[in-house]
Structure formats: structure tokens, C-alpha cells
């Protein structure tokens, strides 16, 4: 069982940059490929990014390749994604994931997610 909590949410101006965190709880974080979503209102949650185990693998969809960066800590059991370039549709709930896999990300365990909001 994982826990995992996101934070670090919060108004940006459209170009400006955010870092949202995720810290777990439990002692087989490092067994976990760890993912990012996003759900913005009237629309379905959307995978953003994962990051193996060991963090020496990472995958991005194209919606946030090259803007966003996806990096973990397992000493720290923490998970981050910087977000840059920020543009108003990037305006969501982001959630973190704990699960299997990368560009076939699998989600085992949520978070209860973080606002982002962009403003134009």
C-alpha cells in the first residue's frame, strides 16, 4: 500500500513556471513506476508523464514534452513535475500516481490532487 499526497498547487501567470510535488508513505516507494495526470473541469483525466523506479527512464506525452520535466527522489520518497511555459490550458487538478510501466502507465495508487491554476 502507498500513500501519496501532492502538493504545491497554486495560481501562475500564463509563461510562468510551477513545481507540484508528491511525497509517499511506505517502504516500497522505489518498486513503483510513478506517473502525472491532470483533469481539468468537463473534461476526462489525461496522462502527462512517468518515471521508472529508478528514475533513469522517463516518458512525456506530447501535450507537455519539452515544458515539463518529471523527477523523483527515493531516499526522499517524493516525486516532482516542474512545469514551465505555462499556458491557461494547462489550468487542472494534478494528480501523482504510484503504478507500473511508462508510456503504458498503470496506475495502482492516487493522490487526491493539487490545483493548478493559469491565468491569461
Known amino acids: 500500500q502507498v500513500q501519496l499526497v501532492e502538493s504545491g498547487g497554486g495560481l501562475v501567470q500564463a509563461g510562468g513556471s510551477l513545481i507540484v510535488s508528491c511525497a509517499a508513505s511506505g517502504r516500497t516507494f522505489n518498486s513503483y513506476a510513478m506517473g502525472w495526470f491532470r483533469q481539468a473541469p468537463g473534461k476526462e483525466r489525461e496522462f502527462l508523464a512517468a518515471?521508472?523506479?529508478?528514475?533513469?527512464?522517463?516518458y512525456y506525452t506530447d501535450s507537455v514534452k519539452g515544458r515539463f520535466t518529471v523527477s523523483r527522489n527515493n531516499a526522499l520518497n517524493t516525486v516532482w513535475l516542474q512545469m514551465n511555459s505555462l499556458k491557461p490550458e494547462d489550468t487542472a487538478v494534478y494528480y501523482c500516481?504510484?503504478?507500473?510501466?511508462?508510456?503504458?502507465?498503470?496506475?495502482?495508487?492516487w493522490g487526491q490532487g493539487t490545483q493548478v491554476t493559469v491565468s491569461s
Open positions: 518515471i521508472s523506479e529508478n528514475g533513469a527512464s522517463t
Open positions: 500516481a504510484a503504478g507500473d510501466g511508462l508510456a503504458n502507465f498503470w496506475a495502482r495508487y
